[in-house]
């Protein structure tokens, strides 16, 4: 038994990074020394934790099973540990943060900046990330997720609400019919925010479609599906304070201007229970910043850009 909890670190940070290198590098011992010890674990325990090829590591399911329980006992004692050490010292350390690139462009660049000049002496990693991450195994101690489920027992906290609308440029009308009812989105191209998936709903007093789009193009960043309704190349969801300033100069109008996009949130996730005195700073820090944007009015001088 004693054994394995000190080889219960090995196997979480092999299950975070899905290299052994990489493992081996935080962990601050030999790759060859890393993959032994797991190997002699899995011979201990008479099952596989990990499957291994030349590129790719990836936890069995007893390996996952594991991986649960495991990562709930190290994060009690690093909890233990932070409660007693590290909350007794000036605030300090690091803190890995992930969002997507937008997020970060539009709507944390003044409040990140804010929070690195009252701490100086807490570090910030920021990771760009195009994908849904699942923070009992991905390397973050705060995320910024937009329309993602969280597993528990992770905590989510609602920052801001996002409600998107249809938008497109008149050039594409000189080349396809004005839609007059959802339905008609099928005969124009559209343009698809890819993190949000290809079934757009609509709403108008109470009333809800669900439509199947094929989209003609699908981007990752917010922007360029932006740009290239500007160009007249299809329909996109954008934000109200995104669209507003076109909008005002007639590069873009409001389609189906009656119907409303689906209600987004953009939540901050962090692990249960309590946290380390830099992260709860931090955490404090951003909901504090966002509690102030409750006015609409507020919130559009501010998000010039974004979604």
Known sequence: MHSFLKDMPLLV?????????????????????????????????????????????????NGVFLLDRCEFLLTEMQKAYDSVVL??????????????????????????????????NIKINVTFVERPVDMRTDPYDVAFLIEQSVAPPLIA????????????????FQRFRIPVEPQDLHDIP??????????????????QVTLEIQPAYTFSSVDLCREFALAGLGVTMLRKQLATDDEKMGRLVRVLPEWMGRKHDLKLVTAPGQLPKRT????DH?????????????????FKNGY
């Open 286 to 302: 951003m909901l504090a910043y966002y509690s102030s944007f409750q006015d609409p009015r507020t919130i559009s001088s501010y």
């Open 190 to 207: 559209c343009i698809a925010l890819e993190r949000l998936g290809y079934h757009w709903v609509l709403s108008k007093e109470g009333y």
């Open 87 to 120: 909350n007794m010292m000036e605030p300090a350390g690091l803190i890995r943060v992930c969002m997507f690139t937008d997020t970060y462009l539009q709507l944390m660049k003044t409040a990140l900046c804010d929070f690195a000049t009252s701490w100086p």
């Open 13 to 61: 940070e092999v299950a975070r990074w899905k290299s052994f290198s990489k493992a081996a590098e935080v962990l601050d011992i030999g790759a060859s020394t890393l993959s032994r010890r797991i190997r002699l674990l899995e011979e201990k325990m008479g099952v596989l934790l990990f499957y291994r090829d030349t590129r790719n590591v990836e936890l069995t399911p």
């Open 280 to 283: 709860r700073l931090f955490v």
């Open 157 to 172: 906290r609602k920052m801001l609400t996002i409600e998107p609308s249809l938008y497109a440029s008149p050039k594409l």
